[in-house]
């Protein structure tokens, strides 16, 4: 028993070693980024199915700061805080979002370094709770949730300052949940963004 816990004393040794020297060799920069949201709501009704007809396009656009970590490997990850605008329903929203992304970086040439990404993002916005009356007196209830997605993506980052992606988020549940008087339902709300960013990394 003492042979075989000292091998694995030795193998995490030796794990804990290689991730310390490749957190010793990462290079971290800090950035500035903002970019363009294009979302596509889609309803749904109670369990979850789409309801044809009823998609909404918004625009919008976001600004934060960044943390870009990468390893001579090729592997890295990136996180930020985004304060984003979307225009929902014709009402000027603002809220906040945490991405967190792994990314894969191709180092074949250093002034033009292509990568992929993917991750998780967490959005809410500021404001949680919404009444609308339409021109027939009926009332809707709107209540918003934190907005989970998958991140998939690709960009290149140039002269190791600039860098200019193209993200494309997945839906992690219902993002709106809102209550209708007309037909007496529950209806929610996915919303499927592609998200255009450009950084600049110190």
């Known amino acids: 028993m003492k042979f075989t816990f000292g ?3 030795l193998w995490i040794a030796l794990l804990v070693t290689m991730i310390a020297s ?20 889609e309803r749904t009704n109670y369990n979850g199915t789409s309801v044809w007809g009823d998609d909404h ?8 700061v960044k943390t870009d970590l990468n390893t001579p490997g090729g592997f890295g990850l ?11 329903n014709n ?5 906040m979002e945490l991405p967190i992304n792994l990314k894969f970086n191709i180092n ?11 991750g998780v993002s967490a959005y809410t ?9 339409d021109l027939w007196g009926d009332s809707e209830s709107w209540t918003e949730r934190v907005e989970y997605a998958l991140n998939l993506g690709v960009g290149v980052t ?4 600039l860098q200019v992606g193209l993200t494309y988020q997945i839906p992690i549940g219902t993002y709106y949940y809102y209550y209708s008087e007309a037909d007496k339902s529950p209806y929610g709300k996915l919303a499927k963004n592609w998200v255009l960013s450009v950084a600049y990394l110190f």
């Open 7 to 9: 091998k694995h004393r």
């Open 22 to 41: 490749a957190t010793a060799n990462a290079q971290v920069k800090l950035g500035l980024t903002a970019g363009m949201r294009f979302d596509r709501l």
């Open 158 to 161: 140039l002269a190791g300052h």
């Open 108 to 118: 074949a040439v250093p002034m033009f370094r292509p990568y992929l990404l993917a």
């Open 57 to 64: 396009n918004i625009t919008g656009y976001y600004f934060g």
């Open 78 to 88: 990136d996180f930020g805080l985004n304060f984003c605008n979307r225009n929902i």
């Open 125 to 133: 916005n500021f404001e949680d709770i919404h009444f609308h009356e």
């Open 91 to 95: 009402d000027s929203k603002w809220g």
